[in-house]
């Protein structure tokens, strides 16, 4: 595995596939058949199931389990602490294995510290949930959404700026100045600069 690091406390099991640039730091556990992309981020204390598909540059942070059925596209933030399921109706005395929900995290989204999000979701891309926000739903692309159960209180930009509609549906991103357009509830890129 070219340019990989792999921390020596942390468990990389036999067949499962790591990206050229990636940091697998303190304690964590990787199981086989799991990808995980180029340039990826594994921070202390993580763990990732047989069956997750991590996208390029992928920032997972300290203490996040990444259980059966997750799959994140390229650039995803997955805060501190953050929680993803994988049963909707879990029950000790139950077996649900094979029963895992599938839940999809697209391009560029964050995910804050100790979010949860409930299995089945699409989370859009670049779409920003909250410290703390409960996710039962799926989120829109661009959409910010905050609370338990999250809701969403606006819109964010590729470089994670909230953005500000003018009457037209037109917003700017302060940093990038990238335009952005809203039309029937639903938030476009028009002019990526990059």
């Not at 995803?76 to 909707?88: A, D, E, H, K």
Request: glycine share 12%.
């Amino acid at each position: 595995m070219k340019d990989v690091y792999i921390h020596p406390t942390a468990i990389v099991e036999e067949g499962a596939r790591i990206g050229e640039g990636t940091k697998i730091w303190h304690f964590c556990h990787i199981m086989p058949e799991c990808t995980l992309g180029e340039n990826c981020s594994l921070g202390q204390n993580v763990f990732v199931a047989k069956g997750v598909v991590l996208g390029r540059n992928v920032k997972v942070q300290n203490n996040v389990s990444l259980y059966e059925g997750i799959v994140c596209e390229d650039d995803v933030f997955l805060g501190p602490s953050m929680v993803f399921t994988n049963v909707i109706n879990p029950r000790s005395a139950v077996n649900r294995r094979g029963q895992y929900t599938v839940t999809h995290v697209e391009r560029g989204a964050t995910i804050g510290a100790n979010a949860t999000i409930v299995c089945g979701n699409r989370i859009g891309s670049y779409c920003f949930i909250g410290a703390g926000s409960v996710v039962t739903k799926d989120v829109p692309p661009f959409a910010l959404v905050v609370g338990n159960p999250a809701r969403q209180t606006g819109w964010m930009s590729r470089y994670g700026h909230r953005l500000l509609f003018d009457p037209l549906g037109n917003a700017v991103c302060p940093e990038s100045g990238e335009q952005y357009k809203m039309e029937d509830g639903q938030v476009r890129l028009e002019t990526p600069i990059d």
